[in-house]
């Protein structure tokens, strides 16, 4: 199966709604769960599911993308045809950048073309979910259809910008249509979630058909999946069924907005995580620096260091702080009498002394200084800082106190 499908992996939105964490890097580089990046979840899909062929598609703010793709992922052999290779705009046919998703797909038909697959699988890269891509490619060759579609439950509220899908007793598509237009946010529905499986063939032949643009954060618009599936062939399969090697939590997020994001982080510290990151045959494969281990040793002033249901990556050193419901990336450092509250700290960040941090973020090698308070009087944190409607405040690389 290795062989036989190409994967395709979109990495080409900016992601405006995460602004200011994609000041920096692409969405699918945003970091995440205290040690992997975005794109780091769908690319471990493919490695369990035996995928070994993977072009990434890479546009805005690539260089670190393109860095940890490097360092984290080139784990595969070359001299078994195995790759992770990034691709950006080669501008082989015209001067212009990906101009949506599907043409970012159009402007590499030459390496669809020489692939020897027979089967093409395109992903979105910025969603965070764990999905057994073998299984769905067995149900397509068992279906003896030319598409698949990867849908779950979902509703315009929790799945913004999605397709919805009916399909018929065969569960095959029947409709698409914009889920918005029911005119109720909270309706259940099919609906798709970045996960695109073609025969090689009739990819190719679909690029030939006139340009037609694609939505924002998907590959196929709604009436580009009725046009698919009027003349035939093309199947749905429902995410989390019993098949499949990995544990079916069903888990499916596109953090399009900070809130958004912030919400997903905080949910992982819930008794009851609804994404398992634990799956001892799914790990999350990802980039790790050679630090030293998370430790708490006492401050100056003889308070412990404390952290209380947070997740503390390798590096992270708290001494004399406090640290409850956070998470904190690698080789931060939490100095005596700070206290961190609903937290997300990436790489490097430094909270001063007496600090006091709730329900922020704050971007890689953020530098706080003693006594600063960040979450704690609306008004100010609003004159100050970057607040979200969600009322979450974001410190952007680089912040100058």
């Not at 043409?103 to 669809?112: E, F, G, H, P, T």
């Not at 969603?127 to 598409?147: S, T």
């Not at 999350?284 to 249901?309: C, K, L, M, W």
């Not at 704690?376 to 979200?388: F, K, N």
């Amino acid at each position: 199966m290795s062989l036989e499908t190409l994967t395709l992996v979109l990495a080409t939105d900016r992601g405006p709604g995460l602004d200011p964490l994609t000041r920096h890097r692409a969405k699918a580089a945003v970091p995440f769960a205290g040690k992997f990046r975005i794109i780091d979840f769908t690319l471990a899909n493919c490695l369990h599911s035996d995928l070994r062929q993977v072009l990434v598609l890479t546009q805005y703010k690539s260089h670190s993308l393109h860095k940890h793709l490097r360092d984290g992922w080139s784990i595969y052999n070359p001299e078994l045809r195995e790759y992770v290779t990034p691709v950006s705009p080669q501008m082989a046919e015209g001067q212009s950048w990906y101009t949506d998703p599907f043409d970012a797909v159009r402007q590499n038909r030459y390496l669809i073309e020489r692939s020897r697959a027979k089967r093409v699988l395109i992903l979105q890269g910025d969603l965070i979910y764990r999905m057994d891509y073998a299984e769905m490619i067995r149900a397509h060759v068992d279906q003896r259809v030319e598409v698949t579609l990867a849908i779950r439950e979902g509703s315009p509220a929790d799945s913004p910008g999605r397709v919805a899908v009916s399909l018929d007793e065969a569960g095959r598509v029947v409709q698409a249509f914009d889920p918005a237009s029911t005119g109720d946010p909270a309706r259940t529905n099919l609906l798709t979630m970045g996960v695109y499986l073609f025969d090689k063939e009739r990819l190719l032949a679909e690029l030939d058909r006139p340009a037609e643009v694609s939505p924002e954060h998907q590959v196929l618009s709604a009436p580009a999946i009725t046009s698919l599936s009027a003349s035939g062939g093309v199947f749905g399969y429902r995410f989390g069924g019993a098949r499949g090697r990995v544990t079916p939590d069903r888990y499916w997020c596109d953090p399009v907005t900070i809130d958004a994001y912030f919400g997903a982080t905080m949910a992982l510290l819930d008794p009851r995580a609804p994404l398992d990151l634990y799956q001892e045959d799914w790990d999350i494969h990802t980039y790790q620096g050679q630090d030293p281990p998370a430790r708490t040793v006492p401050g100056a002033s003889g308070t412990e260091g404390i952290f209380v249901n947070s997740m503390l990556a390798d590096g992270t050193l708290i001494s004399g702080g406090g640290v409850n419901h956070s998470v904190l990336f690698p080789r931060v450092r939490i100095r005596d009498g700070a206290i961190v509250e609903e937290a997300v700290l990436f790489d490097g960040v430094q909270v001063g002394e007496g600090a006091h941090l709730r329900r922020c973020i704050l971007d890689k090698g953020v530098l706080v200084p003693a006594g600063v308070q960040i979450g704690l009087d609306p008004a100010t944190d609003r004159a100050r800082y970057e607040v979200t409607d969600g009322g979450v405040v974001v410190i952007p690389r680089g912040f100058a106190f």
